[in-house]
C-alpha cells in the first residue's frame, strides 16, 4: 500500500511495524531499495534517486542502496564489486551493439561508395575493430573483479643449470675435447 506525498510522482511505501513498534522491511520497500540500486548501478547521483523515488534526501538514498546490497552480498568490497559488474555488463552490452552495426565511410558529409560496387556504400571496419577492443578490455576487466586471472607459473632456470647445460652442449659437439682447435 502506498501513500502520497504533494508530489504525485513521488511515492512512499507505509512501513510496517512489528508487535516492538520496530519498523520491519516490506515486499514493496524492497523492490524501491533494489530500484534505487538499480538507479545508482546506471550512473544515477544519490540526489536523482532521491527526487526520483521519493526518499527524503541523498542520505536515504544512499541507505536505499546500501539495504538493497546488503541484501545480496556481505561484504563492502563486494558491493562495490557487484555495482562495477552490473556497469560492465551495460558497457559491453553497447560495445556488442556497435560491433554488430554496418558502419560506412564518411567523407566530407557524404558516404563513400565501394569502387569494386559503386551500388554499395564503402564498409568501415574502423568502428567494428573499436568495438571488438572494448570488449576484450571490458572481459579483462570483469576477469579481474572476480580473480578469474590466476598467475602464471614460469620456472626459469638458475644460473647453474646454465652453465650444466652449456657444458653439456660443448661436450656434445666435441668443443671440450682437447684435440679440436677452438
Keep these: 500500500m502506498s501513500t502520497t506525498t504533494d508530489n504525485p510522482d513521488r511515492r512512499k511505501p507505509q512501513r510496517g511495524r ?26 544515477a547521483t544519490y540526489r536523482q534517486i532521491a527526487d526520483q523515488l521519493g526518499y527524503a534526501d541523498e542520505s536515504s538514498a544512499w541507505k536505499a542502496v546500501d539495504r538493497a546490497l546488503r541484501a545480496t552480498v556481505a561484504e563492502p568490497a563486494a558491493k562495490v564489486r ?26 566530407n558529409g557524404r558516404v563513400v561508395m565501394d569502387p569494386a560496387d559503386p551500388t554499395k556504400p564503402l564498409r568501415d571496419d574502423g568502428p567494428t575493430l573499436a568495438a571488438i577492443d572494448r570488449l576484450v578490455k ?45
Aim: with cysteine.
Design 18 to 43: 512489528s508487535g516492538g513498534g520496530r519498523f520491519i522491511r516490506t515486499d514493496e520497500s524492497a523492490e524501491r531499495d533494489a530500484e534505487a540500486c538499480r538507479l545508482r548501478t546506471n550512473g
Design 138 to 182: 571490458i572481459g579483462e576487466r570483469r576477469a579481474r573483479l572476480w580473480g578469474l586471472d590466476a598467475p602464471i607459473k614460469v620456472d626459469l632456470p638458475t644460473y647453474g643449470q646454465v652453465e650444466a647445460e652449456i657444458a653439456r652442449l660443448a661436450t656434445e659437439l666435441g668443443m671440450n675435447d682437447p684435440e679440436v682447435p677452438a
Design 82 to 107: 557487484m555495482i562495477e559488474l552490473a556497469r560492465l555488463d551495460l558497457l559491453f552490452a553497447e560495445a556488442y551493439r556497435v560491433m554488430r552495426a554496418e558502419h560506412v565511410v564518411v567523407s
